[in-house]
């Protein structure tokens, strides 16, 4: 009987197909991330994969959503207090001088977006290589992120 069902489980484990190497022979696979899927997919399975991805996309989107809290409590706040402060004689605020620094500063960002694009297309390319080789790990960390900032 015990022989039985160990000749089923290996049956059944030799019809199963590991879908990295079945995704790798598929054209559309090979179109769309090339022929490789980097060393993660050759190293783990994809569950591992999965369940990694998921995991750290978890912890990263629930510290992204405690942090994003916080971060919007301290300047929501700081602005309450400031207008508090400046409504009861406490602090007077020059809204001219506030107003002409924050176009300088736009003026500023405006010439210093062109520079900037050269280091942002290298690293958008470097961020496209690292998801098309590890595409199993990655959905894994964006369905993990989404999931940690609801919870």
Not at 63 to 75: D, P, R
């Amino acid at each position: 009987m015990a022989n039985s069902n160990k000749d089923q489980v290996e049956e059944i484990y030799d019809q199963v197909v590991d879908l990295t190497e079945y995704a790798k022979r598929q054209p559309w696979w090979n179109r769309l991330f090339g022929n490789n899927s980097g060393p993660v997919a050759e190293k783990y399975s994809v569950a591992t994969q999965i369940a990694i991805g998921g995991a750290s996309g978890w912890c990263a989107g629930y510290l992204f959503q405690k942090v994003g809290k916080l971060a919007a409590t301290a300047v929501g706040g700081g602005l309450l207090l400031l207008q508090i402060a400046n409504n009861s004689g406490y602090i007077q605020v020059d809204w001219k001088r506030v107003e002409k620094e924050v176009n300088k500063a736009k003026k500023q960002l405006k010439k210093g977006t062109n520079q900037a694009v050269p280091e942002l297309n290298t690293f958008v390319d470097k961020a496209t290589a690292f998801v098309k080789k590890n595409i199993v790990v990655t959905s894994g960390f964006a369905g993990g992120f989404l999931l940690g900032l609801a919870s």
